[in-house]
């Protein structure tokens, strides 16, 4: 937990794709590493150093410089048992923590249900992206979703619907419109609440633009717009304990360097950007940032680019976090692959236990579905 009596933030990016770990922590010094990848394989002349074995990407400036200042925690080989290698499945097993079963109940909605037992604040919990993760669903725990942070807060001056009754007449319309495709009763008083919990969080939120100023300047880039938008809100003091946001595309079947130098460039740039921020507004201390992805790729290159495989990173970020390595790097040795892909460590339901326990302060168990093992981060 934080030294202070500010409440504990959570800020999590989802690098969506499948972002490849082995060219993210290259281990730069592996023969295999070099022999299976003759195409998209990162020479060693051009790596960012962590030690004698493994590197950053050269795109990861920032980040490094974040990791050499001691705030950033890298979980080697993170994944789970029997990677089903699609996208749409891995990320409904990272969303909901049912490797076994299709879950429908999001992790972060059920930690959100914790820290707002009565949903009070609509903005426990904001979203920056296109649509709802399914992490965040769960009935009965409203989200508030963001796509442009400039525009969101229109929602409540809407000529004609300046009143709250006008704005309830507004959302019962709008369930009546759903209801002869998905039914009506508690799919329909669903939409309705969602509706309303929306425009109430409209309200709320549109303040944060007019409160921020800032002397950093972040890029022109979707990532940095999300990030910024999640540094807004957060210095507009509105109660938000989770945000969420991702970042695209990391599915890098071909023409892998070019996308993957940008991809970094942008994130990496964004991140630093980001606590550079809450540094400018004494706002950093109870903040922590956690980044995943839906698994790793496959060691051997396709060409000019990866397929999808096991075993991967994450990473914790934050003044707060305890930085280093954590956990051991997946060995690359061919007896020891699996299907050619390196083997998960790490059950990534522990890497969320140890998040919301040591620094949310909340029991894990319910939310990820039992007890794994913790990493030590804070």
Request: hydrophobic residues 35%.
């Amino acid at each position: 937990m934080t030294a202070n009596k500010k409440d504990p933030v959570l800020v999590i990016l989802q690098l969506t794709g499948a972002n490849d770990y082995l060219n993210t922590i290259i281990p730069y010094t592996n023969g295999h590493y070099h022999d299976n990848r003759p195409k998209v394989g990162i020479p060693q002349d051009k790596v960012l150093p962590i030690d004698d074995e493994l590197a950053f990407n050269p795109n990861m400036a920032p980040f490094k410089q974040m990791y050499d200042d001691g705030k950033v925690a890298i979980i080697h080989g993170i994944g789970f048992e029997n990677s089903p290698r699609s996208h749409f499945r891995a990320m409904d097993i990272w969303h909901t923590c049912e490797p076994d079963t299709v879950g429908t109940e999001g992790w972060v909605a059920k930690l959100v249900r914790d820290l707002d037992p009565q949903g009070e604040n609509v903005l426990k919990c904001v979203n920056f992206g296109q649509g709802l993760p399914r992490a965040l669903a769960l009935k009965g725990v409203p989200i508030t979703s963001v796509s442009n942070l400039e525009t969101y807060g229109l929602m409540s001056s809407v000529p004609g619907v300046a009143s709250e009754q006008d704005r309830t007449r507004l959302m019962d319309r709008f369930a009546r419109m759903y209801a002869p495709a998905i039914g009506t009763g508690a799919t329909m008083d669903y939409l309705g609440q969602t509706g309303r919990d929306a425009l109430k969080g409209a309200d709320i939120i549109k303040s944060a633009p007019e409160k921020y100023s800032s002397s950093v300047e972040y890029g022109d880039n979707a990532i940095a717009k999300y990030l910024r938008d999640v540094a807004r809100v957060h210095l507009a003091d509105l109660g938000t304990q989770v945000f969420y946001t991702s970042h695209a595309p990391y599915d890098t079947h071909f023409n892998q360097t070019p996308m993957h130098t940008r991809l970094w460039t942008e994130v990496s740039a964004a991140i630093s950007d980001f606590f550079d921020d809450l540094h400018e507004h004494d706002a950093a201390d109870n903040v922590v940032m956690m980044i995943f992805t839906e698994f790793g790729r496959r060691v051997r290159d396709n060409g000019t680019g990866t397929d999808h495989g096991a075993g991967g990173g994450a990473f914790i970020i934050g003044d707060a976090v305890k930085g280093g390595m954590y956990g051991s790097y997946p060995s690359l040795k061919p007896e020891d692959l699996n299907q050619g892909d390196l083997d998960p460590s790490y059950d990534f339901r522990g890497f969320y236990s140890s998040v919301v326990d040591q620094w949310l302060g909340v029991d894990p168990v319910p939310i990820v579905g039992g007890k794994f093992e913790q990493i030590q981060f804070v």
